[in-house]
């Protein structure tokens, strides 16, 4: 399966979904891009299908094209939905994200049942626990291969404490643990790599700004929309350790929110080594400060409503 990922983007033609098929497009580990939207998908598959690498690019247009877009694939990506406006929380999209959310997982759950499942839509923590639920209904629940996409928090940790220490922040790796939404987001600064050390002043700053890094991006944006072009790149970061991952390569771990037993909450992030066939062991917890467990403690009751949330309406979906 060397370098031969077939890969499917659904809401490829929105604010995450275009750089997010251009950096899939980009990369050798890529054999074919199916592009899938409810517009324009045809113009953004033929602009990236003129784009020097073999990929082989295809749009696909609406409902009934769907199961043609899925088919065959190892891994889909779902950045689909609507983004956050000045003044919203992650929350605030559940109504429309959470439908848009379970009828496409559903036709995953149909049309390509073994595939990697990696959901960027917000709000995540509902999102993947509907995701799972989706799939339990059709039969094929394998929670190996359903990820909450948390990774952008984890590329804003490390730009952030590179700034602050004057370090190169391709070698600076911090794990966030927890959920994908302003409290539940625990960087663990203490096990940054390299050790790094802050007056506690300044790590409870640092933290909140990791937590409300998403919240900076709306507010400059003005209304325009939320973060996608680095959001494009931590999801594109992602799917490529995954599918190096499923090609074999030893080591690769990632945090993602997942379906777990490390904490009281259904699902949580942590580092994750991933394998050929999705999470191959829960890396967990390991060892973390004081100030940590409390941020965990303090996350814990609007996780597993926001779980809760996602499995009720699952449930009730038609």
Not at 100 to 105: C, K, R
Not at 284 to 299: N, V
């Amino acid at each position: 399966s060397q370098n031969n990922a077939k890969v499917a983007v659904l809401g490829a033609s929105g604010g995450i979904g275009q750089p997010l098929s251009l950096l899939l497009k980009n990369s050798p580990l890529v054999s074919r891009l199916s592009l899938y939207d409810i517009a324009h998908t045809p113009g953004v598959a033929a602009d990236l299908s003129h784009i020097e690498t073999r990929a082989s690019v295809k749009g696909f247009l609406g409902p009934e094209q769907l199961p043609e877009c899925l088919k065959g694939c190892d891994v889909v990506v779902i950045p689909a939905g609507v983004p956050r406006k000045p003044g919203m929380t992650r929350d605030d999209l559940f109504n429309t994200n959470a439908s848009i959310v379970a009828t496409l997982t559903s036709a995953c759950a149909k049309h390509c049942p073994e595939a990697m499942i990696c959901i960027i839509s917000n709000p995540v923590n509902s999102t993947i626990p509907i995701t799972s639920e989706v799939f339990k209904k059709h039969g094929v629940y394998n929670p190996k291969r359903i990820f909450g996409v948390t990774t952008l928090d984890i590329v804003r940790a490390n730009t952030f404490v590179a700034e602050l220490k004057g370090l190169d922040p391709a070698r600076v790796s911090v794990p966030v643990i927890g959920g994908h939404a302003g409290k539940t987001i625990i960087p663990l600064i203490s096990q940054c790599t390299p050790k790094v050390d802050f007056p506690q002043d300044q790590l409870e700053q640092l933290t909140g700004r990791i937590q409300e890094a998403g919240t900076e991006v709306v507010k400059a944006k003005a209304g325009a929309g939320s973060a996608t072009l680095s959001m494009a790149y931590a999801g594109a970061r992602f799917v490529f350790s995954l599918v190096d991952a499923m090609n074999g390569k030893e080591g690769v771990i990632e945090c993602a929110f997942v379906q777990s037993g490390e904490t009281e909450s259904p699902y949580f992030s942590t580092p994750l080594l991933l394998g050929k066939n999705g999470i191959e062991k829960n890396l967990g917890i390991g060892k973390i400060s004081p100030f940590e467990e409390k941020m965990i403690a303090e996350a814990m009751s609007e996780l597993k409503a926001s779980i809760k949330k996602g499995e009720e309406f699952a449930k009730n979906f038609k």
